[in-house]
């Protein structure tokens, strides 16, 4: 018997008609956000706003920071003391995390460790920042250690406020080491970490207007 042309229907079209046809709409408008719309949402999120959040050419710029820092000596203060902002305020931050990207893999992010407290020395507030791995390192409570601070966020004067603490990205220990097997002591070592936690302090710390106005605006 001959068929005539318009009432061929696929199989597999039949099939996938009968199929939506029990799918409830809510049921299929979640679906298809959760395949199409969410991991889209996600992509335009990582190239408008994510891929433009950060100073990514902050390493060209390293040197020119720590070539302008020097150290200073401090006792730390003990560990109940109120110098230490976290004993005067919980909700001071202490840990940070700077989300790169949308993905799913939250722990693959840099993370900010901060020790801010008052320096009854320099009548400033510092804040010790760690952007590398802090697993080897010592408690520094009433340990005297040297710092290594920027010369010009010393000299402005909005750093050093409760607000606006000194950023502090190198430090040793004046008597004994602060961290595991005498790290202080590994020029090599010491090199490598400094380098690594000035890039990441200005790649993800440092505002861009900041960044811009200390690098940018003097080329």
Known sequence: M????????SPSVSVMRNIFKYIPMVT????LGTVVVFPLLCFLINIFYY?????????????EYMNNSYDIEVTMPEDNSKYYLEN???DVK???TFTKKIDGNYFANPRGWYIPFYSVEYKKFLSIMYFVDISQMYCLYGRKVILTVNRD???NPEYGTKENPVPVLKD?????SIRDYDKDYDKAYMDSFYREN??????????KSEFKRRFKNKE
């Open 51 to 63: 891929s433009n959040k950060y100073n990514d050419d902050a390493e060209q710029y390293y040197k």
């Open 172 to 176: 040793v220990g004046v008597d004994e």
């Open 28 to 31: 299929l408008g979640q679906i």
């Open 153 to 155: 966020d010393m000299n």
């Open 94 to 96: 202490t840990v940070e």
């Open 198 to 207: 000035v890039i990441r302090y200005l790649k993800y710390k440092m505002s």
């Open 88 to 90: 005067q305020d919980e």
């Open 2 to 9: 001959c068929q005539q042309v318009g009432e061929s229907k």
